[in-house]
T-cell receptor
């Protein structure tokens, strides 16, 4: 079945550091790929998405490129801020049973310090 | 536009008791999802509704979990009887309709603790 593997946290960075959170997936067919973010005390929010190979999703300075050849969708940001501290989830969506099911990774906690 | 509403936000019960969670999706959203998020894991889909019909309930433990969406709007998820391993955050999400290109919007979740 479908699965998502993402790097374990917590990840602790200094403000303005470069961020990479690795994500790889296993799926049949051509899934859509997503990054969700969960800020403390809040619900999951869609951060960015890509629906086909070589697509680049971007939002709020974050980017991720859909790499079919390596089945990866790594999240990057050039300069993190304290306000980026949150848990980040990589997810894929494939058509199963007639619906559209999101399969999530285990999440990576990011802590950004001054 | 109001987001997905869930209640209660927190619930503590003893094992073998029953509990119910409520979700009100974004107005006009035909598709509603319930996810279970155990601490340290990603959310796992329990059930998906399209209007008031079930699209996917393959991962719902039907011996103790039930869900309904009678009028195609709000939904309830029930656990009876609860087990210790049911301690988790229960997330409700909605989208305009099913399909790969419809963003799912999540509520704040209900944190359940089973003692």
């Amino acid at each position: 079945g479908d699965s998502v593997t993402q790097m374990e946290g917590p990840v602790t960075l200094s403000e303005e550091a470069f961020l990479t959170i690795n994500c790889t997936y296993t799926a049949t067919g051509y899934p859509s790929l997503f990054w969700y973010v969960q800020y403390p005390g809040e619900g999951l929010q869609l951060l960015l998405k890509a629906t086909k190979a070589d697509d680049k999703g971007s939002n709020k300075g974050f980017e991720a490129t859909y790499r079919k050849e390596t089945t990866s969708f790594h999240l990057e940001k050039g300069s993190v801020q304290v306000s980026d501290s949150a848990v980040y989830f990589c997810a894929l969506m494939g058509l199963t049973g007639g619906g559209n099911k999101l399969t999530f990774g285990t999440g990576t906690q990011l802590k950004v310090e001054l | 536009e109001a987001g997905v509403a869930q209640s209660p936000r927190y619930k503590i019960i003893e094992k073998r008791q029953s509990v119910a969670f409520w979700c009100n999706p974004i107005s006009g959203h035909a598709t509603l999802y319930w996810y279970q998020q155990i601490l340290g894991q990603g959310p796992k889909l329990l059930i998906q509704f399209q209007n008031n019909g079930v699209v996917d309930d393959s991962q719902l433990p039907k011996d103790r979990f039930s869900a309904e969406r009678l009028k195609g709007v709000d939904s309830t998820l029930k656990i009876q009887p609860a087990k210790l391993e049911d301690s988790a955050v229960y997330l409700c999400a909605s989208s305009r309709r099913g399909g790969l290109y419809n963003e799912q919007f999540f509520g704040p979740g209900t944190r359940l603790t089973v003692l």
